[in-house]
C-alpha cells in the first residue's frame, strides 16, 4: 500500500505503523498519535516505578520490628528503639517535654548516617 506510514522515535527506538486509511497524511497523523500513546505509557510507567521505589524506602512494612518508640507506663519510662536509649521521666515526657530526647535522636541518627557505609547492621 503506498499510503502506509512507518514512524520510528529515534530516542527510543519505537516503531508504529498506520495503513488503515487510504490517505497517507491521514495514516501519518495516526501513526504519530499512537506513537505518542506509546511514549506517554512509557513515560507514565517509569514515573510509577519512580514513585513506588521512592515510597518503599520511605515507608516501612508496619511491622512491629520497626518501631521507633515505647512508652511503658507501669515502669515509668520511654525507649527510643532506633538509637537504644531509655529515659525515666514518663510525667515531665507526657507534658510535651521531649526536646532533650528528639535532640539526642537526631545527634544519634546523623552520626550513624555519617559513619554508615549504607548496610544496615542491626
Not at 43 to 51: G, T, V, W
Not at 84 to 104: F, R, V, Y
Amino acid at each position: 500500500v503506498e499510503t502506509a506510514v512507518r514512524i520510528t522515535h529515534l530516542p527510543t527506538g519505537i516503531i508504529t505503523a498506520c495503513q488503515e486509511e487510504r490517505s497517507q497524511g491521514k495514516n501519518r497523523a495516526k501513526a504519530m498519535a499512537m506513537l505518542a500513546a506509546k511514549l506517554a505509557q512509557i513515560s507514565e510507567e517509569n514515573q510509577a516505578r519512580e514513585n513506588a521505589g521512592a515510597r518503599k524506602s520511605q515507608v516501612g512494612t508496619g511491622d512491629r520490628s520497626e518501631k521507633i518508640r515505647t512508652y511503658n507506663f507501669p515502669q515509668n519510662r520511654v525507649t527510643d528503639h532506633r538509637i537504644q536509649e531509655s529515659w525515666h521521666n514518663m510525667p515531665e515526657i507526657m507534658d510535651g517535654n521531649i526536646k532533650a530526647i528528639l535532640e539526642e535522636v537526631k545527634l544519634n541518627i546523623d552520626k550513624k548516617g555519617t559513619n554508615d557505609s549504607g548496610s544496615d547492621t542491626d
